[in-house]
């Protein structure tokens, strides 16, 4: 056979996708000629170099190198632990959705950084997770949330399925299909469509409390139904007993990330230049991310290299500490470049000092590449200000992840500073 | 390097992963495909590190390992992917470079990259790094599936001639 009938049927095999009759005829020189397999290698040589060193460009990006793992544990622990060359052999995975991913945030300190910015970035970190300080809230691909607050010990074992072994939880079930468990040393709580907190203390005592709707509660070995109002203590030998002051403090903790979407009123948005017209003076934007389109809406676009490009504003605010700070905003993913994978629009508030320094932060991931494209999703977090606060910083992000593409428009943002309690 | 000779076939495995990475894209010719197999290969490098013996040929053992790995994920696959049958996996097995994956020649990749015209960079990009198949790559420049094979082809042509260029422009 010439070269250029064989270089081209080589193409084929390497581009992928080859018709069965050109296979057939690339086969039966392969193995009958012995030059012809030295030309597949030396034709697949470059290939195969071209695959190596763009797969390595992307990874040399920050955000690839925490991708997730195919086989977390018998790969990566394996390597990481017999090696120490975790990196090296980091190979770039294709994403399956992740069983839960972050969904907002305040204040939370992770166990390490790598921690944070694979779950910042959508993905799940296979095995326990630390959360030291702050709450943070996994929106679980069966459909329920749960906000946790640290110290807390975690991990999410399936869709609607969370091992604590310490830390308190708040599940929230707002959809009749979605179902979580929650599962303690002592106890494992099964929610009947509902609001409700799990405790495991530092005694181990798990304790449960039903801020809404009834969950099952089964310790020792008979299964119970708990309803609104009622709260139990489980001790290590699955004895129970009333725990009513649980409702109260459950209560506290599930108003550090509101269910409920609250109210926005255009006066009282602090927020200058609303309509996003200014993008040199009152706004500020990741250089060459951020552009107002034809149609004058602003526009975050991922345009590769940058993890989150975003837009942000300054707002004086003096003393507001204790007031409770909502941000809001819509969000749209466009018909023609709209978002890839994991990539998704996050809303955050920034508490910055009287020196200007960020000392505290709340944030919501809202708008994944799933959603309907050409539709306004609004996101919101509310946060409360801590002592200190002179000034609140709104943004809004676009989870580049790194990639050349996707892209949202963004209208309507707000910043309401809410009456003190 | 370590003592221990299961760690030693661990850390051969780490210092040749290129190569046999390489290895499983040319057999499949389907990069996701070849990352699975990869993790699979490394598994069984790691079940079966006792049985290798040191100071025997490393990638030879591997690319066994790496072949029947191969097969077993493509029978695995909808029969509707047609892979290399085993007959053909097994001579060009025999036949694969077992030299060490040149570093310096992926060095003078990017260089040579910048030279290619925007429009097939684009391209390479889009199949390389972003693992699309030709045809999606041709749904969104509005091209056929075959002018992007073609302008794949004559990328590879280009940037080999290239590479091959500098090298021997840089030795005397």
Redesign the interface.
């Known amino acids: 056979m010439n070269d250029l009938r064989l ?2 049927l080589i ?8 018709a ?1 009759e050109e ?1 057939a005829e690339l ?1 039966a020189c ?2 009958h000629s ?1 030059a012809d ?2 030309r ?2 030396d ?16 990874a040399e990006a920050p955000a690839k190198k925490v991708r997730r ?3 977390p544990f ?2 990566s622990a ?2 990481a632990a ?2 120490l ?1 975790a990196v ?2 980091a ?4 994403v399956p959705e992740p069983l839960a991913s972050l969904s907002a945030a305040t204040d939370a300190r992770w166990s390490d950084p790598n921690v944070e910015l694979t779950l910042r970035g959508g993905e799940l970190p296979p095995g326990p997770l630390r959360l030291e300080a702050g709450a943070a809230e996994f929106a679980f691909s069966g459909g329920a949330t749960a906000v946790i607050e640290g110290p807390a010990v975690f991990e999410v074992v399936a869709a609607d399925r969370l091992l604590l072994r310490a830390g308190r939880v708040i599940g929230r079930c707002a959809k009749d299909a979605a179902k979580l468990t929650i599962v303690t040393p002592t106890a494992q709580v099964t929610d009947l469509g509902t609001e409700f907190g799990v405790a495991v203390d530092a005694d181990r005592q798990t304790r449960v409390a039903v801020i809404r709707g009834a969950v099952q509660l089964v310790a020792g070995e008979q299964p119970r139904r708990l309803n609104a109002g009622q709260a139990v203590a489980v001790d290590v030998r699955g004895g129970t007993a009333p725990a009513a002051e649980m409702i109260a403090e459950f209560s506290k903790v599930a108003a550090i990330l509101p269910a409920e979407e609250l109210p926005v009123h255009d006066a009282a948005n602090r927020l200058l230049d609303p309509a996003i017209t200014d993008l040199t003076h009152v706004w500020n934007g990741t250089v060459g991310h951020v552009e107002r389109n034809a149609a004058g809406r602003v526009r975050i676009s991922a345009n590769g290299s940058r993890l989150w490009p975003l837009l942000w504003q300054d707002v004086p605010t003096g003393a507001i500490a204790g007031h409770a700070v909502v941000a809001a905003v819509q969000a749209l993913q466009p018909d023609e470049d709209p978002l890839r994978g994991l990539q998704n629009a996050i809303i955050k508030v920034v508490f910055l000092d009287a020196a200007g320094r960020e000392f505290a932060r709340a944030e919501r991931h809202f708008l994944r590449s799933s959603a309907p494209r050409g539709q306004w999703i609004r996101g919101q977090i509310a946060a409360i200000a801590p002592a200190g606060t002179a000034r609140v910083q709104f943004q809004v992000l676009l989870n580049a992840r790194g ?2 593409t996707g892209s949202l428009l963004f209208k309507d943002p707000s910043l309401v500073v809410m009456e003190a309690p | 390097m370590s003592n221990d000779p ?2 030693q076939v ?2 051969l495995f ?1 210092r040749h ?2 190569r046999i ?2 290895f499983i ?2 057999l499949t ?4 495909l070849a ?2 197999v ?2 699979e290969t ?2 069984v490098v ?1 079940q079966k590190a006792s049985a290798f013996v040191l100071d025997s040929n490393f990638l030879a053992w591997a690319f066994q390992i790496a072949r029947f790995q191969v097969l077993a994920a493509q029978a695995r696959r909808a029969r509707a992917v ?1 892979g ?2 085993p ?2 996996i097994e ?2 097995a025999a ?3 077992q030299e060490n ?2 570093e310096a ?2 060095a003078l ?2 260089g040579c ?1 910048e030279k290619l015209a925007p429009q097939a960079r684009r391209i ?2 889009l ?5 699309h ?3 999606e790559i041709a749904r969104r420049l509005n091209w056929t ?1 075959a002018a992007v ?1 073609v302008a ?2 004559r990328a ?2 280009f ?2 001639q290239c ?1 091959e260029r500098q090298r021997s422009g840089e030795s005397p």
Do not use: N
């Open positions: 270089d081209h193409d084929q095999h390497l581009d992928g996708g080859m069965a296979r086969e392969l193995r012995a397999r030295a597949f290698w034709r697949a040589e470059t290939h195969i170099l071209l695959r190596e060193g763009l797969q390595r460009l992307t793992w195919r086989r018998a790969w394996a390597v017999a090696l060359l090296l052999v190979l770039p995975r294709r990639l050349k | 299961q760690q661990l850390q780490v992963q290129a990475k390489g894209v040319a010719g389907d990069f996701a990352e699975d990869l993790q490394f598994l790691q047609a290399f049958s007959e053909t001579a060009l036949s694969a470079p994956f040149d020649k992926l990749l990017p990259l390479v990009d199949f390389y790094q972003d693992e198949k030709p045809g599936p094979s794949l082809s590879r042509t940037l080999r590479i």
